[in-house]
Nanobody
Framework: QVQLVESGGGLVQAGGSLTLSCSAS????????IGWFRQPPGNEREAVSC????????FYAGSVKGRFTISRDNARNTVYLHMTNLKPEDTAVYYC???????????????????????WGQGTQVTVSS
């Protein structure tokens, strides 16, 4: 069974950094567009970043652009989200997901459409204190 697993979440002070990892079993991430999404308490899930498989183009939501970096390590079958200068409003459960039908990402501001992603991880909590 395909499984995506996020790790790296935690509690950090505002201005701090975290790196989230998304790994997979029985599934090769490099062949698909991979999105990072987040769901703040009481809010809908939103796209944060996306990396394509075809040319490794990267896309970011406006709220995180310049602070977050998405990358792939195909040898490790892992996608990362490096987050810097974290703010309290970044507090959310973060999910990675794979799009089986698209190798590319949607153009900004959409970046990634939640309904188009097929495999999801269980999420990792990121809490930023002020």
């Amino acid at each position: 069974q395909v499984q995506l697993v996020e790790s790296g979440g935690g509690l950090v002070q505002a201005g701090g950094s975290l790196t989230l990892s998304c790994s997979a079993s029985r599934f090769t991430l490099e062949y698909y567009a991979i999105g990072w999404f987040r769901q703040p308490p009481g809010n809908e899930r939103e796209a944060v970043s996306c990396i394509s498989s075809e040319d490794t183009s990267t896309f970011y939501a406006g709220s995180v652009k310049g602070r977050f970096t998405i990358s792939r390590d195909n040898a490790r079958n892992t996608v990362y989200l490096h987050m810097t200068n974290l703010k309290p409003e970044d507090t959310a459960v973060y999910y990675c997901a794979a799009n089986l039908l698209r190798t590319g990402c949607r153009p900004p501001p959409l970046i990634a459409k939640t309904s188009e992603y097929d495999y999801w991880g269980q999420g990792t909590q990121v809490t930023v204190s002020s």
